[in-house]
């Protein structure tokens, strides 16, 4: 006999529904129980003690959708340990969205795809696991070899390392959030490289410096003749990621118009080219980063709820240098070795008195701007036996008072203001540099043009 995957119950009055639903998981692996009756809800999961429960929202008795959410509520209060995924059939997306609100980890559409809905329960109950480590063990990431690069070893590093370790093997959406500079790309390739698709492909895009008249063609395709210009087939990003995993850096900066699109292909996991009536399914694991904060972006109405959350199953902060000041000694130490490995040059020492300045500067642009300082130090003192405050201080892009923002009063204080601020000064310490400046701010030159008209700052040279 074999061992039971888990344990599910299927709550719908649809007795059809049920049974397909208990012959499909069966053959899974997994022993089921279903009950018809909202009724009857609480005393099945009493007696049958499930690990996972699918919920219709709807039922004949109450067709708004309301009794679903009204049994979520209970099953999410009396056992929070269980986990819910919901299953709708017309009711809206921001039905479902409101169950995400109250607790469910997940929502699949009527009628449902198999495929769908059976990696929809396995990542669940690896994320219920993740949740609980006692119940799975998992492996460590940092013990993998292709993760040998990833340098830390501080508690705040190793927290994001075991959350990454553990959601590698699922197919579970991940949202990295955390400043520009962290390290969310590199984390998220470590992910890929560390999942089942990692012999397939990882494609990046950055949403951020794509056009939106150009979001379609490059997400989705397009055939020959679509529009002018389209002098042959073009295969879009998903496409390219088939079987493997998307990244989708600075999520954060899409058009809403946009978001809709990105928002169906992550729902229905179907997608068609432009010109083209041909739709094509899409297995893609997404990745997305953001140095924004999305929840207040919904609140303002300029990134959708319902696409939140279908992108944050799993939310991994990555915190920032100053949060993690214990690793730049061995961040210094390895871009040194790498850096005079790449260009065959002798290794140079750092004294204590100079680690101690490094470990002392700010660093607004994290671990790229401590990278960016670390090499250019070096190419710039080839011969140098030894390093020292001095060479890092005469070509160093950190300097303590370029780093001062002036604020306003306590309370009137927001992170708009502090950008503005930080990019004036930056600017100025530059002599105006775009290149510069967006390298000393650890942010790629479209961020920074898209920056500057967004607050309208004059980048010109002011005579």
């Given at each position: 006999m074999h061992m039971s995957k888990g344990k599910i119950l299927i709550i719908d009055d649809d007795q059809a529904v049920c049974l397909s639903l208990k012959l499909l998981l069966k053959k899974k692996g997994y022993e089921t129980s279903s009950v018809n009756h909202p009724s009857e809800v609480m005393e099945e999961i009493a007696e049958f003690d499930p690990q996972l429960i699918l919920l219709d929202m709807n039922f004949t008795i109450n067709t708004t959708g309301k009794q679903g959410l009204v049994l979520l509520s209970r099953i999410v209060e009396d056992h929070p340990s269980i986990s819910v995924i919901l299953m709708t059939g017309w009711a809206t997306v921001q039905l479902a969205v409101q169950g995400m609100k109250l607790g469910a980890k997940d929502f699949l559409a009527k009628p449902w795809d198999n495929i769908h809905l059976v990696k929809s329960i396995e990542d669940v109950l690896a994320l219920t696991s993740i949740h609980n480590p006692s119940k799975r063990s998992f492996p460590n990431l940092t013990s993998d070899n292709s993760f040998s690069h990833i340098i830390g070893e501080s508690k705040e590093f190793k927290d994001v390392m075991d959350i990454a370790s553990r959601v590698a093997k699922t197919d579970a959406s991940i949202l990295i959030t955390g400043e520009s500079g962290t390290g969310k790309e590199v984390i998220s390739e470590a992910i890929h490289e560390m999942s089942d698709r990692s012999r397939n492909n990882f494609i990046k895009v950055n949403?951020?410096?794509?056009?939106?008249?150009?979001?379609?063609?490059?997400?989705?395709?397009?055939?020959?003749?679509?529009?002018?210009?389209?002098?042959?087939?073009?295969?879009?990003?998903?496409?390219?990621?088939?079987?493997?995993?998307?990244?989708?850096?600075?999520?954060?900066?899409?058009?809403?118009?946009?978001?809709?699109?990105?928002?169906?292909?992550?729902?229905?996991?179907?997608?068609?080219?432009?010109?083209?009536?041909?739709?094509?399914?899409?297995?893609?694991?997404?990745?997305?980063?953001?140095?924004?904060?999305?929840?207040?972006?919904?609140?303002?109405?300029?990134?959708?709820?319902?696409?939140?959350?279908?992108?944050?199953?799993?939310?991994?902060?990555?915190?920032?240098?100053?949060?993690?000041?214990?690793?730049?000694?061995?961040?210094?130490?390895?871009?040194?070795?790498?850096?005079?490995?790449?260009?065959?040059?002798?290794?140079?020492?750092?004294?204590?008195?100079?680690?101690?300045?490094?470990?002392?500067?700010?660093?607004?642009?994290?671990?790229?701007?401590?990278?960016?300082?670390?090499?250019?130090?070096?190419?710039?003192?080839?011969?140098?036996?030894?390093?020292?405050?001095?060479?890092?201080?005469?070509?160093?892009?950190?300097?303590?008072?370029?780093?001062?923002?002036?604020?306003?009063?306590?309370?009137?204080?927001?992170?708009?203001?502090?950008?503005?601020n930080m990019i004036r000064k930056a600017l100025d310490f530059h002599n105006h540099s775009i290149s510069k400046t967006a390298a000393s701010l650890g942010i790629t030159r479209s961020s920074l043009y898209r920056r500057l008209e967004k607050y309208r700052i004059p980048h010109e040279p002011q005579i």
């Open positions: 949403l951020g410096g794509l056009s939106t008249s150009l979001f379609e063609s490059e997400m989705f395709g397009h055939k020959k003749g679509a529009y002018t210009g389209a002098i042959s087939d073009r295969e879009g990003r998903f496409e390219k990621a088939n079987k493997g995993s998307i990244f989708l850096d600075e999520i954060g900066e899409l058009p809403i118009e946009n978001q809709v699109k990105l928002l169906r292909v992550l729902q229905e996991k179907t997608f068609e080219p432009i010109g083209s009536s041909q739709t094509k399914r899409s297995d893609v694991r997404v990745i997305c980063a953001t140095n924004k904060d999305l929840q207040s972006m919904v609140l303002q109405g300029t990134f959708r709820e319902d696409l939140f959350y279908r992108i944050n199953l799993i939310t991994i902060h990555l915190p920032s240098l100053r949060e993690r000041k214990e690793d730049i000694p061995l961040l210094v130490k390895h871009f040194l070795a790498s850096t005079c490995k790449s260009y065959d040059i002798d290794y140079p020492l750092i004294d204590d008195e100079t680690m101690h300045w490094i470990l002392n500067q700010q660093y607004p642009g994290n671990i790229r701007q401590l990278k960016n300082m670390v090499e250019r130090t070096i190419l710039l003192n080839m011969n140098a036996k030894i390093l020292k405050v001095k060479d890092f201080q005469q070509y160093t892009k950190i300097n303590p008072a370029s780093t001062h923002v002036s604020l306003p009063a306590v309370g009137k204080i927001t992170l708009q203001d502090m950008e503005i």
